[in-house]
Each structure stands twice: as structure tokens, then as C-alpha cells.
Antibody, heavy 120, light 108 residues
Framework: EVQLVQSGAEVKKPGESLKISCKGS????????IGWVRQMPGKGLEWMGI????????RYSPSFHGHVTFSADKSITTAYLQLSSLEASDTAIYYC?????????????WGQGTRVTFSS | SYELTQPPSVSVSPGQTARITCSGD??????GYWFQQKTGQAPVLLIY???ERPSGIPERFSASSSGTTVTLTISGVRAEDEADYYC???????????FGGGTELTVI
């Protein structure tokens, strides 16, 4: 069974950095792209980009490029989303999702989401 | 451009048919995909490659494509189908993906 399990909710302060993990199991982790999606409170889904764990090839959405970093450690079948210099506007749920094999690419399995909130 | 436009909301009575449209120039060149997101849950893939249904998705969910519009059809709507529905596609190169704004389906 394909599973993507994300790290738990985070409470951050402005200026801090954040690293969310997404552990894949039940499939060959290295050979499937993993993507990240943001959902701000009460809003829709936003595609942030994708990473190929096999060689860490990445594609970033222009809307997020420079503010986020994707990485992956195939030895522990885990992908990461890193955000630096957090702002209150980064409040959101962040989802990882597996990209189906082959082309065209699309998300076929999703993680449960990681909620990021801020304290003053 | 690769923006996708969906109606913000659709209402339907139980047992009726709901249709949700998604429009965008990119859909004339790229496949459309549909995701269902129930309150407090992660999205679930409903439809891929315009009209294909993954295993486990009920047959009452179907979709079609025509020109720059893809349409999700839910036949015999049930109360449990109340959710947000998102379409998604990619730019002409397939490199950058985009989601529609989402449609809230209300079963009244």
C-alpha cells in the first residue's frame, strides 16, 4: 500500500525556518517524483513544485522559487520541504503528493498534510 | 496562459446530477485532472487524463473534455459527495502545473 506520512503540525515565529518531512512507503521511492502543494486557510490548492528523489532534480513554481527548497534522502525514503525567513503569510497546510509513474505526470497519492501556524 | 477557471459553488439535490466545469487555454493541449477534498482531509485523485477513473473511485464520477473545457459529472449525487473539487493541468511543456480555484459542491 502506497503511503505518504508527513511530519506533525508546527507553530513558528516570523523569521524562523521550517523543514517538513514526507516519508514514502509501499513503493520504489527513488523512482517517483514527489510534489508539494500549499493550501492557505480557506483557500484553494497551489502547486509549489516537484522533486525526483533519485537525483534530486527539481522543478519549482515561479510563485515559490527562491522562498522554498525541496530535498530528498532516498536512503530513508523521505522528502523535505524547507521554508526560510517565515512570514505570517506562510500560514497554511502543506501537502506532499506522489507523482504517478510515466507521462503525463499527475498526483496519485497524497500525504495527510502538515499545518503551519504562527505565534507572535 | 495556464490559469484554470471553475465556478465557486454548485448546489444539487440528492440523486440529481452535478456538473462542474473547468476552463483554461492549457486544457486544449494538456490533460485535465480532478481532485476531491472533503473538509479537513487531504485531496483525493478522482479523474486522470481527462476521463480515466482510478481504481476505487465510484462509477458515478465521470469526466469529459472538449476544447478548453473539462467537465466533471457526478451522477446520483449523495450527501457524502459534498466536498471541494479541484481541476488541475500543466502548461504546454508539462513543466509547471496549476490548479483551478476549486468548486464547493453543496448537496441540499
Amino acid at each position: 500500500e502506497v503511503q505518504l506520512v508527513q511530519s506533525g503540525a508546527e507553530v513558528k515565529k516570523p523569521g524562523e525556518s521550517l523543514k517538513i518531512s514526507c516519508k514514502g512507503s509501499g513503493y520504489s521511492f527513488s523512482t517517483y517524483w514527489i510534489g508539494w502543494v500549499r493550501q492557505m486557510p480557506g483557500k484553494g490548492l497551489e502547486w509549489m513544485g516537484i522533486i525526483y528523489p533519485g537525483d534530486s532534480d527539481t522543478r519549482y513554481s515561479p510563485s515559490f522559487h527562491g522562498h522554498v527548497t525541496f530535498s530528498a534522502d532516498k536512503s530513508i525514503t523521505t522528502a523535505y520541504l524547507q521554508l526560510s525567513s517565515l512570514e505570517a503569510s506562510d500560514t497554511a497546510i502543506y501537502y506532499c503528493a506522489r507523482v504517478a509513474a510515466g507521462t503525463p505526470r499527475y498526483f496519485d497519492y497524497w500525504g495527510q498534510g502538515t499545518r503551519v501556524t504562527f505565534s507572535s | 496562459s495556464y490559469e484554470l477557471t471553475q465556478p465557486p459553488s454548485v448546489s444539487v439535490s440528492p440523486g440529481q446530477t452535478a456538473r462542474i466545469t473547468c476552463s483554461g487555454d492549457a486544457l486544449s493541449k494538456q490533460y485535465g485532472y480532478w481532485f476531491q477534498q472533503k473538509t479537513g482531509q487531504a485531496p483525493v485523485l478522482l479523474i486522470y487524463k481527462d476521463s480515466e477513473r482510478p481504481s476505487g473511485i465510484p462509477e458515478r464520477f465521470s469526466a469529459s473534455s472538449s476544447g478548453t473545457t473539462v467537465t466533471l459529472t457526478i451522477s446520483g449525487v449523495r450527501a457524502e459527495d459534498e466536498a471541494d473539487y479541484y481541476c488541475q493541468t500543466a502548461d504546454s511543456s508539462g513543466t509547471y502545473w496549476v490548479f483551478g480555484g476549486g468548486t464547493e459542491l453543496t448537496v441540499i
